[in-house]
């Protein structure tokens, strides 16, 4: 249960910090398999590809995509990036990362939406490479916060 490195850590972990210090130690755990990541230089990301079946979105379905979730965007988040252009880069960047028959803004909550994108090496999160508003350098963004 929440051991999957694509989606959200553990809420327990968070409470009690000692769920990941004993997943760490469990008897078992999966080693790093080198065909299924691939180095992105100077980027502290790699590429990690599930062992489902992957097939990427069309840059005109990636566009659709951003325009059906931006009906769900809160206002907050349209205040952080400050302009649409912004968000959409960032929508773009999600929608390019998973399977174009997988949505996790309008999907079913009973499915899993696998990564496909980039991945934090240290820790093996799924991430994205953003300029933020106000910052000039792409920073590491995870994508399930």
Request: glycine content about 8%.
């Amino acid at each position: 249960m929440f051991q999957c490195k694509m989606c959200s850590e553990n809420p327990f972990e968070q409470m009690f910090g000692e769920a990941k210090k004993q997943g760490k130690d469990r008897p078992g755990k999966k080693k790093k398999d080198p065909d299924r990541q691939k180095a992105t230089k100077g980027t502290g990301l790699s590429s990690r590809k599930h062992t489902t079946n992957w097939t990427p979105r069309s840059e005109e379905e990636v566009q659709q995509t951003v325009k059906k979730w931006e009906e769900y965007v809160h206002s907050r988040a349209r205040d952080f990036f400050g302009s649409d252009a912004k968000l959409e880069e960032v929508l773009s960047e999600v929608a390019k990362g998973i399977d174009r028959n997988a949505d996790p803004v309008l999907g079913s909550s009973d499915d899993c939406v696998y990564w496909h994108g980039g991945v934090k090496t240290e820790d093996d999160q799924a991430a994205i490479r953003i300029i933020k508003p106000g910052e000039t350098e792409e920073s590491t963004t995870y994508v399930n916060r």
